[in-house]
């Protein structure tokens, strides 16, 4: 009797597991084999990606420089792929080759390298691999089916496409893998451009298919806001074009150029080199991922000495004027180690004027001395230097302007500074103070960001031009425009930029390159640099053009290299801008570009080649 008690207490268990157990195998054949089955049933939740906004360029008209595409990334499971029994109700099980097969067409890939993948073991801790990114509608009902493939994970996902490739790379930014803006405007307005994501939760039945008449919660995505901006797209294609044929050209290692609305500040072509693809980002060196145009501190040369000038006249106006006469000596004693003026012989005196004209590092330095570091220094302050901006792009630079206050000039630098030493600015700092001259002495902000649109089409930012200071007083600037008229002429540092039926006010600046550490400058190695305003006589825009040389040429000069450069970009904004000539009798005196640039090269001749 002990021995049946025993028994009884050993076989009641293991029966029950048996059962238990047949019962469960008999469940997962069913969910595996019939195609109908609808349980188990469980509850699901996925995260529905929100399209990214757009942004756009001048006012929308144009279509959209960058954009979000709806794509679907497919990942395949060589374990699912094997395990799984694929067929449709009435006919024999899919073999696994067919299934491949499937795979392949609609993603358009290789049989060979997709049977090799649903082959291969899985890695540890990860055991999908990647098939492809589809937009095609087709692919996807084909690889959703799943009485036709088995072992395809889909996500879906949103492309960042930049439809001009790495034009406007610094300005439009990237977007990391993540889809999160890493530079640029990508980064500068992420949160604007980044939607808010849907939701759906609802039942999937044993084969992991939903039940759409199970669902939860259905939110659909909010999309992200659209950016518009001022960039109009053909100014700035001209002026890629031009910046990278100068550096072609005259052998510069890097360069920039800003083209601005003379009176509003907005920005119409922002061009920085070397640049970067925005669909690889992270494997750019930093040199090509800097904006130099706004993030790049560096001495301007003699570009400053306007400002140094315009500052002088504002000071005292009595004092000084266009007409104000220095002694072009340089050992004179009333100043302490002047810069020089290279091989240049010029008359016992010259006026401010002609010390614009031909660029007298002399006559500027004894100028700057005179009014003194607090007032320069001041002056400078007022037309933006020292400070940020306030462009809507991310890096931008301080400037360096030392105040004489916190930290004493040497006497050197009380003539050095004002001809563009000891000093440093950013590209858009220096084209924001010319803007300030071409527009009667009203600075205002630069911006590259005219309105953010919401999804639904509110208007949710509307910039809204913004006076930014009033350096100088409308004669003051008016006097200096007249000045640096003689700059881009036979007799001027910049005889090249000279452009035919129209005035360019502006100013030649030919730096040397610091040593890094402050120890002094590279022999043999400068930045060139010619800032314009077009025309003189009622300003419509102001471009700026720097060509960074990192080996010793010829073409160094500002006048020859950048000018140049200068012409080709301010050419074809007036082109595309439809601004009108001031000296339309010029257009009747010369037959082409080529006849007007021969004839200021020939009158040139009779007052040598002057250079910066």
Same mark, same amino acid.
């Given at each position: ?7 009884? %207490?050993?076989?009641?268990?293991? &029966? *029950?597991? #048996?059962?238990? !157990?047949?019962?469960?195998? $008999?469940?997962?054949?069913?969910? +595996? ?107 996807? %009902?084909?690889?959703?089916?799943? &009485? *036709?493939? #088995?072992?395809? !994970?889909?996500?879906?996902? $949103?492309?960042?496409?930049?439809? +001009? ?448």
């Amino acid at each position: 009797m002990p021995m049946r008690g025993e028994n009884l %207490r050993f076989w009641t268990p293991v &029966t *029950l597991l #048996a059962v238990l !157990a047949a019962y469960s195998g $008999q469940k997962l054949v069913r969910s +595996h084999v019939d195609p109908e089955v609808s349980a188990p049933k469980y509850v699901f939740e996925r995260s529905l990606p929100a399209r990214r906004g757009s942004i756009l360029a001048s006012g929308g008209r144009f279509a959209p420089l960058v954009k979000s595409v709806p794509h679907w990334e497919y990942r395949l499971d060589p374990v699912a792929l094997t395990n799984a029994v694929v067929r449709r109700r009435g006919e024999p099980q899919r073999p696994k080759a067919a299934i491949v097969k499937t795979i392949a067409d609609a993603l358009g890939l290789k049989y060979a390298k997709v049977k090799s993948m649903a082959s291969a073991a899985p890695t540890r801790g990860w055991r999908s691999q990647f098939l492809a990114l589809s937009s095609d509608p087709d692919a996807h %009902r084909t690889l959703a089916d799943s &009485t *036709l493939v #088995a072992g395809v !994970a889909i996500h879906d996902k $949103q492309v960042r496409q930049y439809l +001009h490739g790495r034009s406007m790379a610094h300005i439009l930014g990237s977007v990391n893998s993540e889809g999160v803006g890493s530079s640029g405007l990508e980064l500068r307005f992420d949160r604007e451009l980044t939607g808010t994501s849907g939701v759906v939760r609802g039942m999937k039945d044993a084969r992991g298919r939903e039940l759409y008449d199970k669902r939860l919660i259905s939110i659909d995505p909010k999309p992200g806001a659209d950016i518009y901006l001022t960039v109009e797209p053909n100014v700035q294609f001209e002026t890629e074009q031009a910046l990278s044929w100068g550096m072609a050209e005259f052998g510069a290692g890097s360069g920039w150029a800003i083209v601005m609305d003379a009176a509003s500040g907005a920005i119409y072509a922002m061009a920085s080199y070397p640049d970067f693809n925005p669909l690889s980002f992270g494997s750019a060196s930093d040199s090509a991922k800097m904006n130099r145009a706004v993030a790049f501190n560096y001495e301007p040369g003699s570009v400053m000495k306007v400002l140094t000038v315009a500052t002088a006249m504002e000071y005292d106006p009595k004092r000084f004027g266009p007409a104000t006469v220095y002694r072009t000596t340089r050992d004179d004693p009333g100043y302490y180690k002047l810069p020089g003026d290279g091989s240049h012989v010029w008359e016992p005196t010259m006026t401010l004027k002609d010390a614009i004209v031909h660029s007298s590092n002399i006559v500027i330095g004894k100028l700057a001395y005179d009014i003194g570091p607090l007032v320069l220094h001041d002056g400078l302050r007022r037309f933006g230097l020292g400070a940020k901006t306030g462009v809507e792009l991310p890096g931008e630079q301080y400037g360096i302007l030392p105040d004489p206050r916190k930290r004493q000039w040497d006497l050197a630098s009380r003539s050095r500074a004002g001809i563009g030493q000891f000093v440093a600015v950013t590209a858009i700092q220096l084209a924001s103070a010319y803007q300030a001259i071409a527009n009667d002495g009203v600075r205002m902000q630069p911006h590259i960001v005219s309105r953010i649109v919401g999804p639904g089409g509110e208007e949710l930012f509307s910039h809204v031009p913004k006076e930014a200071g009033r350096p100088i007083s409308p004669a003051t600037a008016r006097a200096l425009r007249d000045m640096m008229v003689g700059v881009a002429s036979p007799q001027g540092t910049a005889r090249r930029a000279a452009i035919r039926g129209y005035s360019v006010a502006g100013k030649t600046g030919t730096a040397q390159k610091q040593i890094p550490g402050g120890k002094g400058y590279f022999a043999g190695l400068y930045r060139a640099t010619f800032c314009g305003i077009v025309p003189a006589t009622a300003p419509r825009i102001v471009v700026l053009v720097t060509l960074d040389f990192d080996k010793k040429t010829v073409y160094h000069q500002g006048g020859n290299s950048a000018g140049p450069v200068f012409k080709r970009i301010a050419l074809a904004s007036i082109r595309y801008l439809g601004i009108a000539p001031d000296r339309p009798e010029e257009l009747d005196e010369f037959d082409s570009e080529d006849e007007f640039d021969r004839i200021v090269d020939e009158r040139a001749a009779k007052y040598g080649i002057i250079q910066d």
